[in-house]
């Protein structure tokens, strides 16, 4: 085994890659985290590592606490990392408009008129269909 470029070409190269993903990635992950922190303000509804839900009452960013309301009158401090998941964002500059996958923006009375419209419509159907664990009472043949 001389001297082979074309080996050590490709070895860079492969070097190279696993640097550039590695980077990439902490750079996707630190973003994340900023958004998360951005959208980390009273009110908003979140999940912690934990699985338990409450609702943002302060944010205390010199210390990383975040002062829950898990129940009416009950809260819990937790650490800042220690939320996983935003339930709901904080209110967008959008005025009640969301955007769906088509990118085309959709108000939320539409919104509100298609629920109204299916569950009118499920009203309707409910009286031809028995419902979910209901017994039905079949006619009994009598040979």
């Given at each position: 085994m001389g001297n082979n470029p074309t080996l050590l070409i490709v070895m860079v190269v492969i070097i190279g890659f696993f640097f550039f993903w590695s980077w990439r990635g902490n750079r996707k992950r630190q973003a994340a985290e900023a958004e998360k922190s951005a959208q980390l303000v009273k009110g908003v509804e979140v999940m912690t590592n934990a699985g338990i839900f409450g609702t943002v009452e302060s944010v205390d960013l010199e210390n990383n606490k975040v002062v829950l309301e898990t129940s009416p009158g009950n809260f819990l401090t937790v650490h800042r990392q220690a939320i996983s998941r935003i339930e709901t964002p904080a209110e967008s500059s959008v005025d009640s408009a969301?955007?769906?996958?088509?990118?085309?923006?959709?108000?939320?009375?539409a919104i509100d008129a298609a629920n109204a419209e299916a569950h009118?419509?499920?009203?309707?159907?409910?009286?031809?269909?028995p419902a979910f664990g209901e017994r039905v009472d079949q006619p009994k043949n009598d040979e």
């Open positions: 969301s955007t769906d996958a088509a990118g085309t923006a959709t108000s939320a009375s009118a419509q499920a009203a309707n159907t409910a009286d031809q269909k």
